[in-house]
């Protein structure tokens, strides 16, 4: 009889079993709900769990105008670009952001919490965030999830 009978199971772009989830942002936290579904774009629920991987679900958010800020964040919180001119530095408040467009704010605070890799941007691309309760993804029937039971 063979002593080593358990293995360790790595997963690959063939073995892997992606969903469609979906989220709705209203009334959730805006950090808090972006690292749940980094936590899932990544794959990081999953047994099958495998760093170099793409073994993520499909996350679709809706409502994104619904979400929530703490504390003076409104107004403090500041996104900053640099144009690569000289004096070229643009900065937007959280308000004037969500203001131009609320998708935008969300997007930005879960890629932040993804890797700064190809495998960052791979993943960013199984996100979608749409404001108000329409998406364009009913073909794909994906199940709606409440952030506040996952850990």
Known sequence: MDSLTYKTISANKD?????WVLVDASEQTLGRMSSKIAKLLRGKHKPSF???VDCGDNVIVINAEKINLSGNKWEN???IRYTGYPGGQKSLTAKELFAKDPARLVEKSVKGMLPKNKLGAQLFRNLKVYVGENHKQEGQNPVLI???ELK
């Open 15 to 19: 073995t892997v079993d992606k969903k």
């Open 50 to 52: 495998t760093p170099h």
């Open 77 to 79: 919180k500041e996104y």
């Open 146 to 148: 409440n952030l506040n």
